[in-house]
């Protein structure tokens, strides 16, 4: 029995969640990293998570180190939605 054939192992697209919040998948269905208020932009495509960092220091890290995960990696837990985020027809992220 998978207990989490319902979360993970069904989205379309994860990611190792060493540097993400929480487990990806288990945030809004459809909602990737890249349109969370908490991502960061680093380079095209990818970014660091803020509630990371955030969950790091209140663990008592004083200067936790995100690596760069992918803005497609699915939605966590803690997603909340970026209201200036925008996506062109053709996909791209739009700057806002």
Not at 25 to 35: D, K, N
Not at 70 to 82: A, M, V
């Amino acid at each position: 029995m998978n207990l989490f054939s319902n979360t993970i192992a069904s989205v379309s697209h994860t990611a190792k969640y060493e540097y993400t919040a929480h487990f990806p998948g288990t945030g809004p269905a459809g909602q990737s990293c890249s349109s969370c208020l908490m991502f960061k932009d680093v380079k095209e495509g990818t970014g660091t998570c803020k509630k990371w960092v955030q969950l790091m220091r209140s663990q008592g890290l004083k200067k936790p180190k995100a690596k760069a995960i992918s803005g497609k990696t699915s939605s966590c837990r803690y997603y909340e939605k970026n209201e200036n985020y925008k996506v062109s027809k053709l996909g791209v992220p739009i700057n806002g």
